[in-house]
Structures are given as structure tokens and as C-alpha cells.
């Protein structure tokens, strides 16, 4: 490295990349697939060249992130991850940050060999890569850090940290410095978000390198990432680009989800009618559970839905909705009509029992039908119901389901805890088995169909644990079906997961991020608003 402090930065091209929102669709890889695309890679390379690239983005990062920084701690495992690790180190203490090294199972004679690699620099470099604290020890010497990076494990990690690496997890957790996690929070699975034992770093910011994580944004890996950031490391053209879903002929490793992106709304022209719009049918509200239903067909309505009919289960219900006089209230027996006239259905919100009696008829009938709450519990217990979702798909009949884990550990026929265990798994599992689109909810939505790539929403956030907000998301979705009829239900189904989650945090950003929960009914206004 050039001994130049005021170019050791631009010596050599990296530019992390922050990862929102509004930036997908982006690919996503799992472990066996990243570690494809890395073999692709070093091909590619010269020897330790994409490692130096990997850790001069981190140290760049690092840089951006605590400009003034005045100590940085850089915890480095016995792996590639731990090599990472060493070339930040070192980039940064070239560039006058003053750097404190730590390293578990610095054997040269076993690491890898870009591992050593980097070690050896370091120490030329003049750094002092330590031993970690011995066991038990409360705590470390000398001035707290800044900032922590965490290159204890990386991609490779399948089995729980333990030992000096749990120990060392155990120190960076209680620095009370901000966390800079290389490539994965150690101690994450990078496929299903989950920790894989007890010890797992939470991390303020991770910096995915060459590929981007599903663990990164879904289950407990959006708490545990922080921020996440991205730099390919100069082979985009393996990678493919944003939203690329596989890499170009002769390389390895396909995608194997999609981090989803904003819809593009294309503008109605001038002569559009109401008709135009398309019809929406909700069918719910049973006794006691009626605002369901009505939130699920404001909700419809605000989506843009032409007309919005409600079928309310409830025999005292109101025939209208004084908020919303624009909504149509029928009885369930005299509303038949709607079927034939091609109107898109959302059954189940509030349904209770009530429900279940409608649901065989909608079943054969609705040309197009979202399933949510009780609709799909009595789809769990009755396998005439499955059998009727089943045989729609061959029919030309599109079905998406709505379930939260328990609703969803139910259809399968497992508890919610092994649905959570792999949220991809699941949701893949349930599109496959029942033939339609799966809106698996939950941190990190995952909306998967048949054949197709799972979709992860990156939108969202903990406003939305709110009674009401999953029937605001079902009549949503039925209100934009509504009018594109013909659209890709898994396309309209990660629309409408986007632009719900999206809401959400714009509300979280003008509630000054208190966290206060987001009413259903403000959910629908906050929709209207944002889209």
C-alpha cells in the first residue's frame, strides 16, 4: 500500500453502495450461490487481488461512516472473513486512523492463503494483530473504540460461534460503538436471517461484498444488519446488475431471490371511466369483526378500485359505511352477480365462522380471489376447500394468499416456529403445494409463486404491529387486482406489499421514529398519500 496517507484511498476503485427501498430490485444469493459467484471471482483475479478489494470497500466504509473517528477496533476470525478484516485494518492505519487488531486462531500455517496473505501485510504494515482478551476477562484496555468491525465469520459460517469466537461476539456486542459487520453479522445464517446460536453480533451497518444476503432482509436479520451496504467488487458483470437474476452464460450461481423495488403506477388517461377501474368484492366481517371488512374495502377503494362492493357476515351491520359513503354495502346472497361481472374477491377479513359457508362457492366462481385471515384457517381444516384453490390455477383462476407465520404453519401443517426457521422455505413450500401467490407477512414479506423467484420487501417497519394492517394489506391488493386484471398476481401482490410497508415508513419518518403503532385506518390515509 502506497505509504502516501492522503492517497491511500483512491489507490484502488471501491465504492460500497447503501441499499434502500427505492434501489431494488437487486438479486439475492444464497451461501452456495455466493460462494459460486466467489469462485468466479478469484478465477477472475489475480492472487489476494479481490480480497484487498474487499477490505479496501470496508475500510473506505468505515472512513464514511466516522470521518473523525479517533480509534477503530477491527475483530478478525481465522478465515477469509478475518482476511477482510486485516486489509481494512491496514488501509486504515495507512491512512493515519489509528487501528486496534484482534485475532481468533491466527495459526498461519491453517488459514487460507489470502488469509495469511493479508496477516503478514498487516504485521509488515507495522499493525499489531493481538491475541483477543483471555476468557473471562470484564473487560479490554486502553480508549473504547469508535468503531467496531466485525470480520469474525463471513459467508461460510454454519454452525454457531463458539468458544473465543463466542467470546469475542460476547466483546463487540458490549463495546457501545457503532458495528461494521463485513459481508454478515457474525453469527447470521445468510439465507434465512436467523441467528445460528446464541452468540450473533448486531451490527449497525453490514457491508455485503459481491453479493447480496436474503438473511440480510427477512426474519431477524433486518434488526441484526442494521444498514445495509453493497459493493460487488468490480464484477458486476458476474453478478449481472440490479434486478439481474442470473449470471451471464458459462458462470455459476444463480439468484435465488429477488430483493423487490418500487412499482411504477402508470398514469390513467383522461377518458378512464370508474368501469375502467375494475370492480372489488369483499367478502367478511363477521359478528363482532365487522371493521375488518370495512378496512379491507377502504383500503380497496383508496388502492383505486372503481367501485368497491362489502358483503359484511354481520346481520346488524350498517348498509353503509358513514366514513365512506363511496362503498356499497350488499348482502353475501344477493351479490352473486358480482362473480359474472369479473369482480376481484377478498374473502376472510373478520370472517370468523361465517366465512367458511361463502368460501367453496367464491372458490369455483371468482375469476381472481385474495384469501386472508379466517378464510385461510378454514382452507387449514378443510381439504375440499384445498382441493377447490388447487384445481383454479389449471383454470385460469389466480389465487393469493395472505398469511401471517401461524396462518401459514397451519396450511403446511408445522408450528410457526419452523415457518420462521426458514421464511423463504416456507413460502416457497406453500406456493408450490397450493398452486397460487404466497404473501408469507412478517419482517422481511416474502411473496413467492410457483416456478418463480421468491420476492423479499425491504419496506416496512414495527408501526405496522397494529391490529387491522393485514386486512388493510389484503383490500389493497384486491383494490390494484381490481385494475389490472390481467397483471401477474405476484407482480400486483409485491406491489402492494411495497407500497403498504412503504407507508408505513413514511409515517415512521414524520412520527419522528417513536414508534408509536400505526393506527389501520391512518394506514389507509398514509397509502393514499404515498402513492
Known amino acids: 500500500m502506497s505509504g502516501n496517507r492522503g492517497s491511500a484511498f483512491s489507490d484502488v476503485a471501491a465504492h460500497p453502495r447503501k441499499i434502500t427501498a427505492e434501489s431494488g430490485p437487486w438479486p439475492l444469493h444464497d451461501a452456495a450461490a455466493g460462494r459460486a459467484f466467489e469462485a468466479a471471482a478469484l478465477a477472475l483475479c489475480e492472487p489476494h487481488a479481490l480480497m484487498e478489494r474487499a477490505g479496501l470497500a470496508t475500510a473506505k466504509l468505515a472512513r464514511a461512516l466516522a470521518p473523525a473517528v479517533r480509534l477503530v477496533e477491527v475483530w478478525c476470525g481465522p478465515g477469509n472473513n478475518g482476511g477482510d478484516g486485516l486489509v481494512a485494518a491496514r488501509w486504515l492505519h495507512g491512512a493515519g486512523t489509528p487501528v486496534r487488531v484482534f485475532q481468533i486462531g491466527a495459526d498461519a500455517t491453517r488459514m487460507p492463503a489470502d ?37 469474525l465469520l463471513g459467508l461460510g459460517a454454519s454452525r454457531p460461534p463458539d468458544g473465543a469466537l463466542a467470546e469475542a461476539v460476547g ?7 457503532p458495528v461494521l459487520a463485513v459481508d454478515m453479522p457474525s453469527g447470521l445464517h445468510p439465507g434465512t436471517g436467523q441467528p445460528l446460536g446464541p452468540a450473533v453480533v448486531k451490527a449497525t451497518h453490514t457491508l455485503a461484498l459481491l453479493t447480496l444476503k436474503p438473511g440480510l432482509f427477512t426474519a431477524l436479520g433486518r434488526d441484526l444488519a442494521g444498514v445495509v451496504w453493497f459493493d460487488d467488487l468490480g464484477h458486476g458483470s458476474i453478478r449481472g446488475g440490479p434486478g439481474a437474476t442470473s449470471g451471464p452464460s458459462g458462470t455459476p450461481g444463480g439468484a435465488t431471490a429477488i430483493l423487490a423495488g418500487p412499482a411504477r403506477r402508470e398514469p390513467w388517461p383522461h377518458a378512464a371511466h370508474k368501469g375502467r377501474r375494475g370492480d372489488a368484492w369483499i367478502v367478511g366481517g363477521a359478528p363482532g369483526m365487522a371493521g375488518a371488512a370495512w378496512l379491507a374495502a377502504r383500503a380497496a377503494l383508496a388502492a383505486g378500485a372503481g367501485r368497491v362492493y362489502v358483503s359484511a357476515l354481520a346481520g346488524d351491520v350498517a348498509a353503509f359505511d358513514p366514513a365512506r359513503p363511496e362503498l356499497m354495502c ?14 376481484t374477491v377478498v374473502a376472510g377479513c373478520g370472517g370468523g365462522e361465517a366465512v367458511r359457508e361463502c368460501l367453496a362457492p367464491l372458490l369455483a366462481k371468482a375469476p381472481r380471489i385474495v384469501l386472508d385471515a379466517d378464510a385461510l384457517n378454514h382452507l387449514a381444516r378443510a381439504h375440499e376447500l384445498r382441493r377447490l384453490l388447487c384445481a383454479r390455477a389449471g383454470q385460469g383462476r389466480p389465487s393469493v394468499l395472505t398469511p401471517h407465520p401461524l396462518e401459514a404453519a ?11 426457521a426458514d421464511r423463504l422455505a416456507a413460502a416457497r413450500a406453500l406456493a408450490e403445494r397450493l398452486a397460487v401467490v404466497v404473501v408469507l407477512k412478517g419482517s422481511g414479506t416474502i411473496v413467492a409463486a410457483p416456478g418463480a423467484l421468491p420476492h423479499l420487501n425491504p419496506t416496512g417497519n414495527a408501526m405496522l404491529a397494529t391490529a387491522g394492517t393485514g386486512d388493510v394489506l389484503a383490500g389493497w391488493l384486491g383494490g390494484l387486482w381490481a385494475q389490472q386484471p390481467q397483471a401477474d398476481p405476484l407482480q400486483v401482490a409485491c406491489a402492494a406489499v411495497w ?33
Open 499 to 531: 407500497q403498504h410497508g412503504h407507508a408505513a415508513d413514511a409515517a415512521m419518518a414524520d412520527a419522528g421514529r417513536r414508534g408509536a403503532p400505526l393506527l389501520a385506518a391512518d394506514l389507509i390515509a398514509a397509502l393514499h398519500a404515498s402513492v
Open 171 to 177: 466483546y463487540i456486542n458490549a463495546r457501545g460503538a
Open 330 to 343: 350488499r348482502p353475501y346472497a344477493a351479490a352473486q352477480d358480482l362473480l359474472a361481472g369479473e369482480a
Open 115 to 151: 488469509a495469511a496473505h493479508a496477516r503478514q501485510r498487516a504485521i509488515e504494515a507495522g499493525l499489531a494483530v493481538a491475541a483477543p482478551p483471555a476468557a473471562g476477562v470484564a473487560a479490554i484496555p486502553g480508549d473504547p473504540p469508535d468503531l467496531v468491525i466485525d470480520a
Open 410 to 420: 397451519r396450511l403446511l401443517g408445522v408450528t410457526a416456529a419452523v415457518v420462521q
